[in-house]
């Protein structure tokens, strides 16, 4: 347990028997009326995100969320299998729980996987990844007025937005929070 003055960016907090993490909050101290905690929060599971307001001091309950470093070994039909580098333990962690972090998982990437009470909740990767141009159309000069973008397909199968002058078989450096181009090697 720990009251509305202890909380910090990125605990997680057991409200309703769910899971949500504090993405942002504020102390406020109004001229007129007893203090509060204004604060948002993205349901884990889901990645909903609402605002709540607790008055200041009022209990709430943490949840104990533990962040492991592991490395992804291979999919297992809808399963994704990841190993602890500390302990060589094998966890399968599900479609559902990566959601679009599918598109930009490397063969043996090491990421972070953050359970409770042995559950997978979410992943974290690299914020930036190199990866293989396998397909994309040449780019044609002279048909744009300024810079323009095409699709390539990488080696993971995810399809990104590219400058013209990419061609298959670069490698290419992609953030993997929102799948945008960030230059070549």
Do not use: C
Not at 79 to 104: C, K, P, R, S
Not at 161 to 185: A, H, N
């Amino acid at each position: 347990m720990a009251t509305t003055n202890d909380l910090k960016n990125g605990m997680v907090l057991n409200l309703d028997n769910a899971l949500w993490s504090v993405v942002e909050f504020q102390h406020v101290k109004p001229g007129k009326g007893p203090a509060f905690v204004r604060t948002t929060l993205k349901h884990v599971l889901s990645g909903k995100v609402v605002d709540k307001t607790f008055n200041a001091g009022t209990k709430v309950e943490t949840a104990n969320v533990d962040k492991r470093d592991m490395q992804y070994l291979y999919k297992d039909g809808e399963d994704f299998v990841f190993m602890d580098l500390d302990t060589y333990e094998q966890i399968h962690v599900g479609a559902v729980t990566l959601g679009d972090n599918v598109n930009y998982l490397l063969p043996e990437a090491e990421i972070t996987v953050a359970m409770h009470e042995g559950v997978p909740l979410y992943v974290e990767l690299p914020t930036s990844i190199m990866v293989e141009v396998t397909y994309t159309e040449p780019g044609l000069q002279g048909d744009r007025s300024t810079g323009g973008n095409k699709p390539a397909t990488i080696s993971t199968g995810a399809t990104v937005q590219v400058p013209l002058f990419i061609t298959t078989g670069e490698k290419i450096k992609v953030d993997t929070r929102d799948g945008r181009y960030l230059g070549r090697s």
